[in-house]
């Protein structure tokens, strides 16, 4: 006859309730991946479809340069955000209320 421990029993527990989180998160991770790479190549199909717009290589380089600004702003904004958080910037308590 087998002996378990409740603390054996618990930590076999644990470890599974893990490895279901770990699965249940990837496979999420997989399905919106797969959703944003279809978009993705819808429109690009999509884009390339329409024979009443030609772009010259300036035109997509203003897209891209575009877009990279645009990604950069928003990961600097976030990171500011991160930043003023952490070091206690937007606690109210440490306010301090005299005019300057």
């Known amino acids: ?11 076999r527990r644990r470890v599974g309730q893990f490895w279901k989180k770990q699965l249940k998160n990837t496979v999420i991770s997989i ?3 797969t959703i944003a790479v279809a ?8 884009w390339m479809g329409q024979n009443r717009i030609e772009l010259s290589i300036h035109g997509y380089i203003a897209i891209v340069a575009g877009a990279a600004i645009t990604f950069g702003l928003g990961a600097g904004l976030m990171a500011l955000s991160y930043y003023s958080h952490k070091n206690g910037f937007d606690n109210i308590d440490n306010r301090n209320d005299e005019p300057r």
């Open 31 to 33: 399905v919106v991946i």
């Open 39 to 46: 978009f993705a190549a819808w429109a690009v199909s999509f």
């Open 1 to 11: 006859m087998k002996v378990v421990t409740l603390a054996h029993h618990y930590s």
